[in-house]
């Protein structure tokens, strides 16, 4: 399972083609992999310590996984999610929005701490890959 944040800036797609232009299609590509993967290692950061807040003994922390920024369909991203030994993929939705026990809403310690983490580090974000962007150049 994964959540998604989806960042969309206007004027993009014109400020990409301008770069393309004058750097080249293969480097600006390599800049922008790199801005996102910095920009997600800080979300994930942020989301890993947010979720101390229901922390245990820690597992669901421990197996937050981040893929590697790659290319899809002309845009980039980079993934978040659980994998590891203890399969705590199958737990966080049941922290992340609760669930029915005998007809009662039961809702966990760490009810909507990922989905306000992911809100929260938005800026967080964009303001990264805008410094990476702009140290690349």
Aim: net charge positive; hydrophobic share 35%.
């Amino acid at each position: 399972m994964s959540e998604k944040f989806i960042a969309e800036i206007e004027g993009a797609k014109e400020t990409l083609n301008a770069l393309e232009k004058k750097f080249g299609k293969t480097q600006v590509r390599k800049i922008t992999r790199k801005a996102v993967n910095l920009g997600a290692e800080k979300v994930e950061k942020k989301l890993q310590q947010d979720m101390e807040v229901f922390k245990d003994q820690g597992y669901s922390i421990d197996e937050v996984v981040r893929t590697t920024a790659r290319y899809r369909n002309e845009v980039v991203e980079a993934e978040i999610g659980w994998n590891g030994p203890k399969e705590r993929y199958r737990l966080i939705h049941l922290n992340e929005w609760g669930y029915t026990r005998n007809g009662r809403q039961i809702r966990p310690r760490g009810f909507g701490v990922i989905t306000k983490s992911l809100a929260n580090s938005g800026q967080m974000y964009l303001d990264t890959i805008y410094e990476e962007v702009k140290k690349s150049l």
